[in-house]
T-cell receptor, first 111, second 115 residues
Framework: GQQLNQSPQSMFIQEGEDVSMNCTSS?????WLWYKQDPGEGPVLLIA?????ELTSNGRLTAQFGITRKDSFLNISASIPSDVGIYFC???????????FGEGTQLTVNP | GAGVSQSPSNKVTEKGKDVELRCDPI?????LYWYRQSLGQGLEFLIY????????KSGLPSDRFSAERTGGSVSTLTIQRTQQEDSAVYLC?????????????FGNGTRLTVT
């Protein structure tokens, strides 16, 4: 089946720094999503992307749906300690098909 | 409104015992997923229910795993003859599928420990 390669696997940064992570797939996706998981909780949706080339922001978060429809990136600007967690990308090949998740990026922010 | 509810939040069981994990999705959501997450790992797809369609069971790791969804609402994931490698957090998620993607809403998971 389809696979998502997410990188980096982990990041250790200082508070105030910008962060970038990305996902690539072996097949074309119609939808890209980015989730964040805090310890002991389920993932929560951050940003959803529905069109190739789409660039969407949500506060300090910015995500883009790649033109080839096989990749997406998430940027976090001016990181703060509460940004700590695991970030997952997810993609949907066709409408109504099940999501495929990336392996996650563990983000640590040092105050 | 209420989110996805999972119970129990924690379960410790002895190797060889059967366990049942419960998921109450958001009311009206037609799609329901089960995922497994081992410590520090990503989300492993297990099974997907969509309305009245036959479930997508392609992610179930062995025939010891089964799931059902009664009345299009509550779902139960059953693991028979548990093994230590079954220890993980089991996450349930639901979405309202209307022909346009609707985001998944996750529960907080059931942490299963097999001793």
């Amino acid at each position: 089946g389809q696979q998502l390669n997410q990188s980096p696997q982990s990041m250790f940064i200082q508070e105030g720094e910008d962060v970038s992570m990305n996902c690539t797939s072996s097949s074309i996706f119609n939808t890209w999503l980015w989730y964040k998981q805090d310890p002991g909780e389920g993932p929560v949706l951050l940003i959803a992307l529905y069109k190739a080339g789409e660039l969407t922001s949500n506060g300090r978060l910015t995500a883009q749906f790649g033109i080839t429809r096989k990749d997406s990136f998430l940027n976090i600007s001016a990181s703060i300690p509460s940004d700590v967690g695991i970030y997952f990308c997810a993609g949907e090949e066709t409408s109504g098909s099940r999501l495929t998740f990336g392996e996650g990026t563990q983000l640590t922010v040092n105050p | 409104g209420a989110g996805v509810s999972q119970s129990p939040s924690n379960k410790v069981t002895e190797k060889g015992k059967d366990v049942e994990l419960r998921c109450d999705p958001i009311s009206g959501h037609t799609a329901l997923y089960w995922y497994r997450q081992s410590l520090g790992q990503g989300l492993e797809f297990l099974i997907y229910f969509q309305g009245n369609s036959a479930p997508d069971k392609s992610g179930l790791p062995s025939d010891r795993f089964s799931a059902e969804r009664t009345g299009g609402s509550v779902s139960t994931l059953t693991i028979q003859r548990t093994q230590q490698e079954d220890s993980a957090v089991y996450l349930c998620a639901s979405s309202l599928v209307t022909g346009f993607y609707s985001p998944l809403h996750f529960g907080n998971g059931t942490r299963l420990t097999v001793t």
